[in-house]
């Protein structure tokens, strides 16, 4: 009897990491993939020895660096950087302050400002992109890194669901003990609340942050110079002879991300299942 | 609402003529209790918008009606009206006024409660106090000026103005300096009926549902099965094993798609294999490989949201209340009895909300046959291919050829399609109905 018992509990065992093994290698070829052709020689994907370059180099890396005059890698890069990093700044700004607000003060228009943006959320996302490159131009920002970082970060305020959860969670007593003791509103957030609330920040500017660093819609469509391109549309206009230089981009703007993302997991999962459960 | 009533006439016949005074002259009931520099802002406010009424607001509204008379001529070198602009400030003036209206209420309920004051003998609040109230009591208003006047420009606005499309011929060879009409639901009309845009649309809007429902159901439960698999007891190493599927999370979605699209092109490794073995190359992603490039697409879906699925189910698997599953294993419960009845309904209830934006991301999801198989139009499809969801047609028309209007009824279609099924999950999903079963 006992013995049936651990042959079943070993055939368990195997076929869960038999499993585990098969979910590992399905993700991990694709990458590995990636990561062996950009350090492939010969560049085109058409040498390759089935999967894997049949010879390597750096030549790749080294290409995407000093080639510019066709595709300016470089220079994508910089202006990913620039777009992320300002929407990221502006973006997290806006969206911790409206959150907080949303969580902790009790006014008329709360609850339909509320329902409005449930609303405005189901509306295709790029519903009204014809009329943003139309503003665009009415403003002058056609072609102008400035426009795009203004677009991303009041769009953001859009998702503030997952950070009013996080302040839902902060206990309001505390509040109301400042608020005795004279504290205004404008004291209470910024000296009592803000510094608790670390990790929601974190979470929403690592959001905010590869937002625009992945997206490729709203670039392709507001800036036309190749040099203005960011890293995702410069990489979509490559050539397809050109696969070990895709490669190249691809694994050097991804290390970053990836390597965040690592470091901040607990965080993101943390913030995830919060804004689920208060959704 | 009687109530409500009751209280403005009684408060009407209550007002002072200094009250009475604010309504036609902003702010003249506050200078006159004592609140200059208040009274003199909302004049200024009264006066700065009979001028924008006077200069621009009227035409503009008249021509959010028209929508221009004047078409514009090179030879003659008349400039005429242009359409779209005069719409976009038609919708301008129309929010001027709606601001004003409310600004003009909360002038007078303010002049009111200014007589309160002078009634109960009291001074009125100095403009200074009054400003530092913004950083206390009226926090709310400092803090949310910008993002709501930065959600109005940029998603409001358009998505009014591209509703107001929706109703119009603008589009096609109608555009500036064509002039535009209003022409009611006949665009909505052409969608079901005209043979240019029907049949494209109802085989993409089957395809699209489809599609929605596939990828949410295998992605959610291949996420959830691998976080199951992750918490047993028996697997070593949690954090390597998890460690593959966040790697594929990180990667941003644009890489992953191209780098599939690279593999699966006819140059690409897997043909490559192929061809070796002696077969002729298999074009996965072609013109004619309909159920092929399909079925690829909901894998390609499947390896960038199902680690998403892990990790959220993951998060919520340790919050199960583990007494539970001991108690109904002394009762003999086997382990798909236990998944049955313990772990989907509490996974259910707690997902609810994820699994409906995962379902709304997958219906609207542009990404996935954009890169796939972007720019293809098939046969029998109207600027479109037989892969393509009703989002990726919306952007085939509106952005590449011009259909605007049509684009816009399109849009609409999805709005009134999502926010129907969220809706119904809404309502009938557990997390909704019974909210503290699990608490």
Redesign the interface.
């Known amino acids: 009897m006992r013995r049936k018992i651990n042959a079943g509990?070993i055939l368990?065992?195997a076929v869960?990491?038999v499993?585990?093994l098969a979910?590992?290698f399905?993700?991990?070829f694709?990458?590995l993939?990636?990561i062996l052709a950009s350090f492939s020689k010969s560049g085109s994907?058409?040498s390759?020895d089935?999967?894997?370059p049949a010879q390597y180099s750096t030549a790749s890396f080294v290409k995407l660096f000093t080639d510019t005059t066709m595709y300016n890698y470089p220079k994508w890069f910089m202006n990913t950087l620039l777009i992320a990093a300002g929407s990221c700044l502006l973006g997290t700004f806006?969206?911790i302050?409206?959150a907080?607000?949303m969580s902790r003060?009790q006014?008329k228009m709360r609850k339909p400002?509320m329902k409005t943006?449930m609303?405005?959320g189901?509306?295709?996302?790029?519903?009204?992109?014809?009329?943003?490159y139309?503003?665009m131009t009415?403003f002058g920002l056609i072609n102008h890194l400035g426009g795009l970082i203004?677009?991303y970060?009041?769009?953001a305020?859009?998702g503030y669901l997952t950070q009013k959860g996080f302040f839902d969670t902060i206990p309001k007593s505390i509040d109301e003990a400042a608020k005795i003791d004279g504290a205004?509103?404008?004291q209470i957030?910024t000296k009592i609340n803000l510094p608790l609330s670390k990790p929601i920040i974190v979470y929403t500017a690592l959001t905010s942050f590869?937002w625009p660093?992945?997206d490729?819609?709203l670039p392709k469509?507001l800036l036309k110079e190749k040099n203005l391109y960011t890293v995702?549309v410069g990489?979509?206009s490559l050539d397809?002879t050109e696969?070990a230089r895709?490669?190249a981009g691809?694994v050097f703007?991804?290390v970053p991300?990836?390597i965040?993302?690592?470091c901040l997991?607990k965080n993101?999962?943390?913030g995830?299942?919060e804004g689920?459960?208060k959704? | 609402m009687k109530e409500k009533w009751n209280k403005f006439t009684s408060a009407v016949r209550d007002s002072s003529w200094k009250v009475r005074l604010s309504a036609i002259i902003m702010g003249g009931g506050q200078f006159l209790y004592g609140s200059y520099v208040k009274g003199i802002l909302y004049f200024l406010l009264e006066a700065g918008i009979v001028c924008y009424m006077v200069l621009r607001g009227f035409e503009d509204i008249k021509g959010f009606f028209t929508l221009g008379t004047q078409k514009g001529d090179a030879w003659l070198g008349t400039v005429g009206d242009n359409s779209v602009i005069m719409l976009l400030m038609g919708i301008f003036a129309w929010i001027v006024i709606a601001a004003f209206l409310y600004l003009y209420q909360l002038n007078i309920k303010d002049a009111y409660h200014a007589q309160k004051i002078a009634e109960a003998g009291k001074r009125p609040l100095s403009f200074k106090e009054e400003l530092a109230q913004l950083l206390d009591k009226k926090f709310y208003i400092t803090v949310l000026t910008l993002p709501v006047l930065g959600v109005c420009v940029f998603n409001i606005l358009p998505i009014v103005f591209m509703i107001l499309i929706a109703f119009t011929n603008y589009g096609g060879d109608i555009v500036p300096p064509e002039l535009v009409d209003w022409v009611g639901t006949a665009n909505f009309e052409k969608l079901i009926t005209l043979s240019q845009f029907a049949p494209t649309f109802f085989k993409i809007l089957g395809w699209n549902l489809l599609w929605a429902v596939v990828s949410t159901v295998l992605n959610y439960f291949l996420g959830l099965g691998l976080a199951l698999l992750l918490d047993k007891d028996c697997v070593k190493g949690k954090a390597i094993w998890r460690a593959f599927p966040i790697l594929a999370y990180a990667i941003p979605g644009f890489i992953t798609l191209l780098a599939f699209k690279f593999m699966f092109s006819y140059g690409g490794p897997i043909n490559q294999i192929i061809t070796s073995a002696g077969h002729s190359a298999v074009g996965f992603l072609d013109l004619d490989a309909k159920w092929i490039a399909r079925g690829i697409g909901v894998l390609v879906n499947c390896w960038i949201s199902v680690p998403s699925i892990m990790l959220l189910a993951t998060g919520h698997l340790s919050n199960r209340d583990m007494s539970l599953y001991e108690a109904s294993r002394i009762d003999g419960a086997g382990r798909w009895k236990q998944f049955q009845k313990l772990t989907m309904p509490f996974m259910l209830f707690a997902t609810t909300p994820v699994l409906l934006s995962q379902f709304i991301g997958n219906f609207n999801n542009f990404g996935i046959f954009y890169f796939l198989r972007g720019g293809l139009y098939v046969d029998g499809y109207f600027l479109a291919s037989d892969t393509d969801l009703l989002i990726n047609w919306l952007y085939n028309l509106s952005i590449d050829n011009n259909y605007y209007c049509i684009g816009a009824a399109i849009s609409l279609v999805i709005f009134m399609i999502t926010s129907l099924i969220s809706l119904i999950i809404y309502v009938k999903s557990p997390s909704y109905r019974e909210e503290d079963t699990f608490q």
């Open positions: 509990k368990d065992t869960t990491y499993i585990l979910v590992a399905v993700f991990f694709p990458c993939w990636l994907i058409y390759f089935g999967f894997f806006l969206t302050l409206t907080y607000t003060f006014f400002m943006t609303v405005l189901m509306f295709p996302s790029f519903m009204g992109m014809t009329v943003v139309l503003l009415q203004l677009i970060a009041s769009g305020p859009m205004t509103n404008f957030f590869t660093w992945s490729f819609i469509l995702a990489l979509m397809e696969f895709f490669a691809s703007i991804a991300i990836v965040l993302y690592f997991v993101m999962v943390n995830i299942s689920a459960v959704g």
